[in-house]
């Protein structure tokens, strides 16, 4: 067995966790091998938080069929749910074939002949220091869904659900459900609501006439755009497959995470 690790190198106690499995794997006879040879490994270790994760993704789906223990070394953790203490009973499970995967789905976003896989979300915004609303035209390959009068449009996942969407008034969707959230940044119309739609639907995105914006993917790739340029978004074929903590469930991540039901006064 092969495994590569990828972590947090400006957070103090991911160099320390790093430092400590590779001390553990040496232990177990497994051989890891730099991440820029990710190809070769069948399994990988995340160690930070959930945006060293959505970083990571990039490199992990170059490989299919590669397992994914996301260790918690950050803040909220939402997608790195392996707490530090559960990394090692967890893999010690995983050799014995005790092994729960949740995969995730991704979105495919075409930019200019560009194809990037999606984690999270895609933003559609402003430009910076602008005060002019968007107008951002959305629709199908047979039908319009919306033109949304806004400062902006968050595109998401499932697993995007809980993140910037969330914050800007989005449903939370379980991660197991075929969906495409669209969340809208400060609409002008108060009529206009966050939408979940089909997985299975083809989206084309595109500014009003003489618009200028912003897109940015997954927090980290960020790219100009204009009403000249065609943005389509459909479900990827790449999953990400994650390995989970014994006794892990999801309602239990919302309440921990989120506070979620708890009185807060």
């Known amino acids: 067995m092969i495994g590569t690790i990828i972590y947090n190198e400006d957070k103090n106690l991911a160099v320390k966790l790093n430092e400590e499995y590779l001390k553990f794997f040496s232990e177990k006879k497994i051989e890891i091998v730099p991440n820029v ?8 270790v995340v160690i930070g938080g959930d945006g060293t994760l959505l970083r990571a993704s990039k490199k992990i789906i170059k490989k ?11 803040a909220l953790g939402f997608l790195t749910e392996i707490q530090m203490e559960e ?3 967890t893999f010690e499970n995983y050799l014995l074939g005790k092994r729960k995967i949740e995969e995730r789905d991704l979105l495919e976003i075409s930019f200019n002949e560009e194809k990037i896989d999606v984690l999270n979300e895609i933003v559609i915004s402003k430009e ?5 609303i968007l107008n951002i035209c959305v629709n199908t390959e047979k039908s319009i869904i919306c033109s949304y009068k806004a400062d902006g449009l968050i595109v998401a996942t499932p697993t995007g659900s809980t993140a910037y969407s969330l914050s ?21 119309n108060l009529t206009t609501r966050p939408i979940i739609l089909s997985g299975d639907e083809k989206l084309i995105l595109s500014l009003n006439e003489n618009q200028k914006g912003c897109l940015i993917i997954d927090g980290e790739i960020e790219k100009e755009i204009s009403s000249e340029d065609k943005i ?10 994650l390995v ?7 309602y239990g991540i919302l309440r921990d995470k989120l506070k979620w039901g708890d009185n807060l006064c």
Request: net charge positive; hydrophobic share 40%.
């Open 37 to 44: 040879e990710i190809e070769k490994a069948d399994f990988v």
């Open 64 to 74: 299919k069929e590669i397992d994914v223990f996301a260790v918690n070394a950050g």
């Open 87 to 89: 990394f090692k009973p």
């Open 128 to 132: 910076k220091a602008s005060s002019k």
């Open 168 to 188: 800007a008034g989005g449903p939370i969707v379980m991660p197991g459900i075929k969906a495409i959230v669209l969340t809208p940044l400060a609409p002008h």
């Open 232 to 241: 389509s978004i459909k479900y990827s074929k790449k999953k990400i497959r």
């Open 244 to 250: 989970l903590p014994e006794g892990r469930d999801y």
